[in-house]
């Protein structure tokens, strides 16, 4: 039976990561993410457009979009 003797071993390095996380596998899930994350807020703000509070306080103030919001509607022609 030979034996090879290697003058150098293999080097090992620690790879840093944060909660178990690297920053390739971060940079991997990063856009995924984002697209979910956009995509939740834009289907929250539709389910609760219809709660008043929630219109007047935070849907009429956005800067471009927010005077869709606003309801110009005599009050006469509203049923309740």
Excluded: C, H
């Excluded at 003797?5 to 390739?24: D, E, M």
């Excluded at 219809?50 to 471009?64: A, S």
Aim: cysteine-free; aromatic content about 14%; charged content about 15%.
């Amino acid at each position: 039976m030979s034996s090879i003797n290697y003058s150098k071993g293999p080097s090992y390095k620690a790879i840093p990561q944060f909660g178990g996380y690297t920053l390739a596998s971060t940079l991997r899930w990063t856009p995924a993410l984002t697209y979910w994350g956009v995509g939740s807020l834009i289907g929250a703000i539709f389910l609760i457009e219809g709660i008043p509070r929630t219109r007047r306080d935070i849907l009429q103030k956005i800067p471009v979009i927010g005077s869709y919001w606003i309801d110009n509607t005599p009050e006469s022609d509203k049923p309740f």
